[in-house]
């Protein structure tokens, strides 16, 4: 069946999408708290249970972690939504692909990055030992430098200075095989399909590295964009719609009948099924008033800075304490609350004041053809 070109994505603004990784930004924090029971690289004392309203934020505490393969996913469908077509066709080179990227993310590593290893310092001199984080040598250093802090297992052994990285570091490399892909092969949803079928065998085969994990997502996401941008353009939308929205609500319903979710490699086999669907659902248009808009949109945007600054907080909190000799008051809900809202509140300033500016004065540079070693 013939379908219709969608519109380019500028009428779509994917609110649902930024919703979700916020949601994801927020999770990856709950399971990062317990950062303030190491004492150096080991937890001291530590009880799940005893972390602030577990009650009600337990499911966070537990599989907040399940945030960085959900981000990555989303990652995917982005990825495809924008730039499918503009780089299999040619109108996004390589140059102007590794700026975009470049001035989203590089810019903010490098500052959070020198910032820890200050940090760090000023922490080993006073216990001899790192914090959370021990791989804070020169090697490290150089890796994280070049985003390459997790391509290879045996020299990164043990995550190092800012370790939320480790999953950008990952992701880089799939954003390799994204552009050339698209440019070599084209953006046939056969492709994603067969690279999902790869990951699969990997993953039976048990070879065990979270690149696999990323590419899985990462093309799942993007099989997810394809099929929306298709069916969208369909008279079968709407039922397309409603069958996606049944998968929401009655896969979670069935793995918890079933106990299915009680198997090792439930995680895996659920959220590969379960997330590009939500994304389906999530990315489809809906109408917000202007308000509610700039809201999500600005959790949204605060994701990749509270994910890369949580932690030199975090840092910065526990060398106080350390120094003055008091005891971190982590359990107390004040002291909770207060983490939270420096963190997001830092998360928008670094956004507003230095994520954007530095963005735009790289690709501003680009355009005018003066970058170094253009």
């Not at 499918?84 to 959070?112: E, N, Q, W």
Request: positive net charge; glycine residues 6%; hydrophobic residues 50%.
């Amino acid at each position: 069946m013939s379908t219709i070109a969608l519109p380019e994505n500028r009428t779509n603004k994917l609110l649902g999408l930024e919703a979700i990784r916020f949601c994801c930004a927020l999770a990856v924090l709950f399971w990062h708290y317990q950062h303030f029971w190491f004492v150096g690289g080991e937890p001291v004392g530590f009880d799940i249970e005893r972390q602030p309203l577990y009650f009600a934020f337990s499911p966070l505490y537990k599989y907040g972690y399940f945030g960085v393969t959900i981000f990555w996913c989303i990652s995917g469908f982005i990825f495809f939504w924008k730039y499918k077509r503009v780089i299999a066709d040619g109108t996004v080179g390589y140059a102007k692909f590794l700026v975009l990227r470049f001035s989203r993310l590089y810019p903010l590593h490098l500052a959070t990055l020198l910032l820890v290893a200050v940090l760090q310092i000023a922490y080993y001199a006073h216990t001899r030992q790192y914090f959370v984080f021990q791989k804070n040598d020169l090697l490290h250093f150089v890796l994280q430098l070049f985003f390459a802090s997790n391509w290879a297992s045996a020299t990164s052994q043990g995550d190092s200075f800012n370790g939320p990285i480790w999953s950008i570091s990952v992701e880089v490399l799939i954003y390799v095989a994204f552009f050339l892909l698209l440019r070599k092969a084209g953006g046939s949803a056969y492709i994603n399909a067969a690279i999902l079928l790869l990951c699969f065998l990997a993953k039976l085969a048990r070879i065990q590295t979270p690149i696999v994990d990323c590419l899985a997502f990462f093309y799942a996401g993007g099989l997810s964009a394809i099929a929306l941008r298709h069916f969208e353009a369909t008279g079968h939308r709407r039922i397309l719609r409603v069958i996606a929205l049944f998968i929401v609500f009655a896969e979670p319903a069935v793995s918890g009948l079933t106990r299915i979710h009680e198997s090792p490699h439930f995680p895996f086999l659920f959220l590969i099924t379960y997330i590009p669907v939500l994304l389906y659902v999530c990315a489809i248009t809906v109408a917000v008033g202007p308000l509610v808009q700039r809201l999500v949109e600005a959790a949204g945007n605060m994701t990749y800075s509270s994910y890369l600054v949580h932690f030199p907080i975090q840092l910065a909190i526990v060398l106080y304490f350390s120094y003055t000799g008091e005891a971190i008051p982590y359990e107390q809900l004040r002291f909770f609350g207060g983490f939270f809202l420096v963190t997001l509140l830092a998360s928008y300033f670094v956004f507003r004041f230095f994520e954007m500016p530095a963005q735009g004065y790289i690709r501003t540079r680009y355009k005018e053809g003066r970058l170094p070693g253009r």
